[in-house]
């Protein structure tokens, strides 16, 4: 008798997903799932292109810089996003190498992002990240003041097409992505980026359209 053989990690990933918009009673298709490819040599990469995977996340422009030309010039279809904090001072290279940004957090990063855009003539969508745990270690825009920020990126002419969170680790995340959810509405939103190779289940139930994994594809680093 054949033993079946074990799925691939993407496929494990995609098939929670999956199980998870089921019982949320959502349409599977509604999220994307971006493999977050940091540290990650291009074999890795690429052996996750092979298999369909076509949304990567990176953490820092210089090792996006040295990566991902290269890939991307083989695979003109890959769609790359920026999850990881963005310095003002590379907000031009930024907007230059990814597709999306999902680390707006803090006004000085706004207007280095809106100049940026009119010097390029190129926009770029952006989430706002939340700091929902309100942890002094964590990059973010504080909550109370995303009305204000949301504004100002508006009038530079960023594109936000919805939030980003990392809850504090080591505590029961759903409470911090209902609130985002929440945020989100609150403030006209309809994307949210949330959930990690752990908790990506709780995300995709309670409203996550992009979920960051890493570990579960790659595994731990």
Not at 75 to 104: M, Y
Not at 128 to 146: W, Y
């Amino acid at each position: 008798m054949e033993q079946a053989v074990p799925s691939s990690p993407l496929e494990q990933v995609r098939t929670r997903i999956v199980s998870a918009a089921r019982i949320a009673g959502r349409k599977p298709d509604e999220i994307t799932l971006v493999a977050i490819s940091k540290t990650k040599p291009v074999a890795a990469i690429e052996e996750l292109i092979a298999q369909g995977q076509r949304v990567f996340g990176e953490n820092r422009v210089q090792e996006a810089q040295a990566k991902w030309p290269e890939i991307r010039a083989a695979h003109p279809d890959i769609v790359l996003h920026l999850v990881g904090q963005l310095q003002s001072n590379k907000a031009e290279e930024a907007l230059e190498l990814f597709d999306c940004i999902h680390s707006l957090d803090r006004p000085s990063l706004v207007t280095a992002l809106g100049k940026a855009q009119d010097k390029l003539g190129k926009r770029v969508p952006c989430f706002v990240q939340v700091n929902i745990g309100a942890e002094d270690q964590k990059g973010g825009c504080a909550v109370a003041d995303l009305p204000a920020l949301l504004a100002q990126a508006n009038q530079a002419g960023i594109d936000v097409i919805g939030l980003m969170c990392v809850p504090p680790a080591d505590i029961e995340s759903a409470p911090f992505f209902a609130l985002l959810d929440k945020l989100a509405d609150e403030n006209g939103l309809a994307l949210l980026s949330m959930g990690m190779s752990d908790d990506l289940e709780t995300a995709v139930q309670l409203g996550a359209t992009h979920v960051r994994v890493g570990s579960a594809l790659f595994g731990h680093r």
